[in-house]
Structures are given as C-alpha cells and as structure tokens.
C-alpha cells in the first residue's frame, strides 16, 4: 500500500487532515485578527478587566453595555466626572462556568475595539498574577461589524410581549445609565413613558452570587424610585426577600407583571 493510500485511509481523523488553502479577505486583515486572538487568549485567565471610558459618546456607550449584556457578563459601572469605569468579572474570580464565561469575555472583547476612546487594565492569572494594559491607540482592530446593537433573547422577547399588551406605554432603548449616588451605576434595558410619566427596566440574567443583594441595596440607597429590575428566579431565590421594584423570570419576563410595577413606580 503506497503513501498515499494510507493517508486516504485515515482522512477521516482530524490529525491526518492537511491545510491547504485559506480564504482571508487580505494579509493585513490575518495580521489584525491574530493579533486580538493574543489579547482573547490571555482574558480566558483574566481575574477582572477593567475599562476606562472617558468622555465617550451616548451612542457608543448604549452599544458597548448591550455587548456586556448580550455576552452575559457579570459588571459592575462606575461613574466618573468625565466617563466611566467599566469593570467586568474575568472567568479566574468565578467557581464555576468559568469556560464557557472566559469564551464570552474573549468575544466581548472586539467590541470594546470599536469604541474611539479607552484604556483596558486587566489583571491575568497567567504562571502567577500578571497586568495586561492597552488603550485606543494599540493599533488593535475589530473584526465585527459596526451595528451598534446588540439584544439578548429575553429583551427581545420581552419587547415582543409588552408591546402587544398595548397599553398606551411607549417603550425605547436609547437610554444611558443612571447615577447612583456615585457608587454605581443603573444600566436600564428599556425606558417607559406615557402622559409626561417616565419608568425604566433592567434586567439581571448572568451574575454571581451576593451581586443582586448588592443592585438591591444600591436603588434603596440610591434610586432611581421609578427603576423596575427583572431578575433571573435562580438568583432572585438566592437573594431571599426582595423589595416590590423586583420582577422575578425564569426565562421569559411577564410583561404584565412589569406594566404593573411601572404603573405604580413612574413619575
């Protein structure tokens, strides 16, 4: 039997398949997407990544958080007097899921390339603790497309369901975060209004333990009074008592239980 038919014989296996050809758009665009996979490697032993925006535009604020939302990332956002601090949960702080959240990170991770203005710190568990920095001028370049918006499963059905309730409440996404008292800050999902009446809705699918209790005691403390939080039931059941501002799902949000809350919460 000659060389060729043993190979023929075993081509089946995924370590006798040969490369032989690749089809990239250019060099250049290789060159690119190599050098943001380095970066991608390192945040999947990535303890925390944080982000620094300043004076970042409304737009591309509202953009890059539904890409924290729609990877599913645990965060918290820090205002300051010229931006924010975003700081993202890497998979090395969690107990569990840690694969599967470190590939939701590296994925994120472009997106963050397609703002004009940050700096990125991220602490790395890599043969012992080590610091990754980079900023907007490290010539890295994302391969996504620049939509602009980004919508989890349970948002887009929950916008399906309220709006055929039609309730005379207008609903939209185009809405920044929401001071707490400079501990915090809210990032609402949507924003409800009606007879010169404003509501807002957030909703918590992916965090680790203690983080609800937290955004709980941050709107007591804080506010806003009008803000309405779904809250996936796994956690809600972890957190115990929760205050009426609270809307548990499992995995659709109950779009008249929220009318409800923010009828009585809207002002």
């Known amino acids: 039997m000659c060389s060729s038919d043993l190979a023929s014989l075993y081509a089946d296996h995924a370590d006798q398949q040969v490369l032989t050809a690749v089809d990239v758009?250019?060099?250049?665009?290789?060159?690119?997407?190599?050098?943001?996979?380095l970066v991608q490697a390192l945040l999947l032993k990535?303890?925390?990544?944080?982000?620094e925006l300043r004076r970042p535009e409304p737009a591309r604020t509202?953009?890059?958080l539904r890409s924290v939302k729609f990877h599913q990332l645990i965060f918290d956002l820090l205002p300051k007097a010229d931006g924010y601090d975003l700081v993202l949960d890497g998979p090395a702080s969690l107990f569990s899921?840690?694969?599967r959240y470190g590939f939701a990170l590296a994925k994120f991770f472009p997106s963050l390339l397609l703002a004009p203005a940050w700096e990125a710190t991220a602490k790395v568990d890599w043969r012992g603790p080590r610091q990754l920095r980079l900023n907007a001028s490290a010539g890295l370049r994302s391969h996504y497309q620049d939509r602009?918006?980004?919508?989890?499963r349970e948002s887009v059905w929950f916008e399906e369901r309220f709006r055929a309730l039609d309730s005379g409440w207008t609903l939209d996404r185009e809405v920044l975060p929401l001071d707490q008292g400079g501990e915090g800050a809210a990032v609402p999902d949507f924003r409800f209004r009606k007879d010169g009446r404003t509501a807002w809705l957030e909703i918590?699918?992916?965090w680790r333990k203690g983080s609800v209790a937290r955004r709980v005691a941050l709107l007591r403390r804080h506010g806003p009074p009008n803000l309405?939080?779904?809250v996936s039931r796994r956690l809600a059941a972890e957190e115990g008592d929760l205050p009426d501002a609270v809307v548990p799902f499992a995995e659709v949000i109950p779009a008249r239980e929220v009318l409800r809350r923010i009828v009585a919460v809207a002002r």
Request: proline share 6%; glycine share 6%; no cysteine.
């Open 25 to 37: 758009p250019s060099p250049e665009w290789l060159l690119h997407r190599y050098n943001v996979a």
């Open 97 to 99: 899921q840690t694969t």
């Open 148 to 152: 602009g918006v980004w919508e989890s």
């Open 228 to 230: 309405v939080l779904a």
């Open 204 to 206: 918590l699918g992916f």
């Open 46 to 51: 990535a303890t925390e990544l944080r982000v």
């Open 62 to 64: 509202r953009a890059l």
